[in-house]
Structure formats: C-alpha cells, structure tokens
T-cell receptor
Framework: GDSVTQMEGPVTLSEEAFLTINCTYT??????LFWYVQYPGEGLQLLLK?????DKGSNKGFEATYRKETTSFHLEKGSVQVSDSAVYFC???????????FGTGTSLTVIP | SAVISQKPSRDICQRGTSLTIQCQVD?????MFWYRQQPGQSLTLIAT?????????ESGFVIDKFPISRPNLTFSTLTVSNMSPEDSSIYLC?????????????FGPGTRLTVL
C-alpha cells in the first residue's frame, strides 16, 4: 500500500548549518507530496508541496524536489535558524480516495 | 488555504467522562478529517466527516467511542467518550482544499487532551 518513510530523528544542528531530512515514498499512481511542520505546542502547518515529478516546492528557505526516479522528496535548507526547531512530517496524498499518509516525523533542534 | 480553529485548545479530564472538541473553518469545505497524535508519534486518521452523511471510521476506531457530527460545511465536532488515560493525545481536525494542482490538507491548532 501507499506509505511514506522518513528519516528518523532527532536531528540536532548548529545555527547556519545545512539541513537535509530524507523522505521516500511508495505509492501507486502519481501522488502529491507535502512537508508539514509542527512547532512546539502547535498544530501542523503546511510548509511546502509538489504535485508532479520534478516539481520543486519551496517556502521560508526550505526546498524539496519531487523525484519520481528515486521516489523521494527530501527536505533541505541551506542555513537553519533556531526558530526552525520543530518536528517535520513528510506526507503524500493519492488521487484515488482522499487519503493522506504521514511519515513518523523528524524532530529538529537548532542550537545557537 | 483555510483557517481552522479548535476548541478547547487543551483540557484535563477524569477517567470515564466525555469531551467534545469543536472544529470551525473559515470557508465551506466538503471533506473534514479528525486525527489523533499520541505523544511523540505521527498522525493517525480517526475518521472522515462529510456533511450530510455518516462519518467514515478507520480501522481501530468506532462511532461509539468517537462520535462525530458534521451539521454544516464549516463545522464539525468529535467526542471522545468514556475516556481512559490511553486517550491522552493531541486531536487535530483538518480540511481538504481542492485547488489546481491537487488536494491539500490544512490543520487546526489541535486539542491537547490529558486523561487522569
């Protein structure tokens, strides 16, 4: 069935370091792919999305490219800030049904 | 996009009681969803709520335990019935917005429930 596999955390980085959080997916057909962010004590916020192969989603300095050949949607940011400390969820949505599948989440802590 | 609010934002409840969580959206939406997020874990879909029909529950969730109402296109409630400490979780509602390029789910801020 459809699923998302996400890099396990927690991840701790120094401020201004480069961030990569890996996400791979399994799906029939052509899913849409998402990254959500959950700041401490808050709900999920949509960070970025991509709806077809080779699309690049970007927001707040974060980027992810939909790679069909490697079934991946890795999240990257060139220079993280303390305020980026949060839990990041990769997700996919299939065109059949209205199912969203979430990864297990990756906790990121950025230290000054 | 959609702006979603939830009430209450958090509550501490006694075992055996019930709590109703409200979800309000700033626009009319067809699909609303209720999720549970247990401590340190990802999201688990409880049910899908469409206006005018019975909610559809995922495996492991039943209507007697989690009754849902969906009286109109901007509002839904989830009740957690006969609570036990295992029900301590964050409960999130979300809505699906259909736009060019695919569907996207937007989430409310969540209700943090602690059952003693």
């Amino acid at each position: 069935g459809d699923s998302v596999t996400q890099m396990e955390g927690p991840v701790t980085l120094s401020e201004e370091a480069f961030l990569t959080i890996n996400c791979t997916y399994t799906a029939t057909g052509y899913p849409s792919l998402f990254w959500y962010v959950q700041y401490p004590g808050e709900g999920l916020q949509l960070l970025l999305k991509a709806t077809k192969a080779d699309d690049k989603g970007s927001n707040k300095g974060f980027e992810a490219t939909y790679r069909k050949e490697t079934t991946s949607f890795h999240l990257e940011k060139g220079s993280v800030q303390v305020s980026d400390s949060a839990v990041y969820f990769c997700a996919l949505s299939t065109l059949t049904g209205n199912q969203f599948y979430f990864g297990t989440g990756t906790s990121l802590t950025v230290i000054p | 996009s959609a702006v979603i609010s939830q009430k209450p934002s958090r509550d501490i409840c006694q075992r055996g009681t019930s709590l109703t969580i409200q979800c309000q959206v700033d626009s009319q939406v067809t699909m609303m969803f209720w999720y549970r997020q247990q401590p340190g874990q990802s999201l688990t879909l409880i049910a899908t709520a469409n206006q005018g029909s019975e909610a559809t529950y995922e495996s492991g969730f039943v209507i007697d335990k989690f009754p849902i109402s969906r009286p109109n296109l901007t509002f839904s409630t989830l009740t957690v019935s006969n609570m036990s400490p295992e029900d301590s979780s964050i409960y999130l509602c979300s809505v699906e917005v259909v736009a060019g390029g695919g569907d996207t789910q937007y989430f409310g801020p969540g209700t943090r429930l602690t059952v003693l």
